[in-house]
């Protein structure tokens, strides 16, 4: 019997050491494995960055410019910087009918008119029945509205002034003192 433990403690340690060899090389293989499929993912993977502050604005700057077109400006640009990165203005422009100091938003258009145009804006008047511009309005034309006086009229100017020009006329909503009755009521009498 002493011969038959011999060959039973043999059979363990073979088993054992195989079983141990097993699993270094799983181990090893398990490695490898992994290593090849992280270098095989591909690049587009990786997400891309997600626009931040830091990011570049685009601006189309149009009218009464040196060179109309768009441009690339950085994050925080004022439209004084984006009508300088056009040339800066021609003659006969009327750089006062826009905020300078206003911050840009990406995707806008600024449009910088000549005198002449700037005086025909301001002494137009909404035709009877006209609808009036939210984005090209003065205080007065504005004051036109039903429920609109000097207060509620400054109050979109120095919005479309902060904010950029309205691209959709339910942003009124967001001006302060403008609810949804009075937004209700305004819809249909004017455009942007």
């Not at 960055?49 to 640009?77: C, N």
């Not at 000549?114 to 939210?134: D, F, K, R």
């Not at 959709?168 to 009498?189: H, N, S």
Request: negative net charge.
């Amino acid at each position: 019997m002493a011969s038959g433990d011999g060959r039973l403690a043999d059979a363990r340690w073979r088993l054992g050491a195989g079983a141990a060899v097993l699993l270094v090389l799983g181990a090893v293989a398990g490695g490898v494995a992994q290593r090849m499929v992280v270098d095989a993912q591909p690049a587009a993977i990786v997400p891309a960055p997600v626009a931040t502050a830091s990011a570049e604005l685009v601006v189309d700057v149009q009218g009464a410019v040196a060179e109309p077109g768009v441009y690339r400006l950085p994050a925080g640009a004022r439209v004084l910087d984006a009508v300088a990165r056009a040339g800066g203005t021609v003659d006969g422009a009327a750089p006062g009918a826009l905020n300078l100091a206003r911050a840009v938003v990406d995707g806008e258009q600024l449009v910088v008119p000549t005198a002449e145009e700037q005086a025909a804006l301001a002494s137009a008047a909404p035709e009877e029945g006209g609808l009036v511009s939210l984005n090209r309005a003065d205080q007065s034309a504005l004051e036109t509205l039903p429920r609109v006086g000097p207060s509620l009229a400054t109050a979109i100017v120095a919005h479309r002034d902060e904010h950029g020009p309205f691209t959709d006329v339910a942003q009124l909503d967001d001006v302060p003192g403008i609810g949804p009755a009075l937004l209700a009521t305004l819809t249909p009498l004017v455009t942007l």
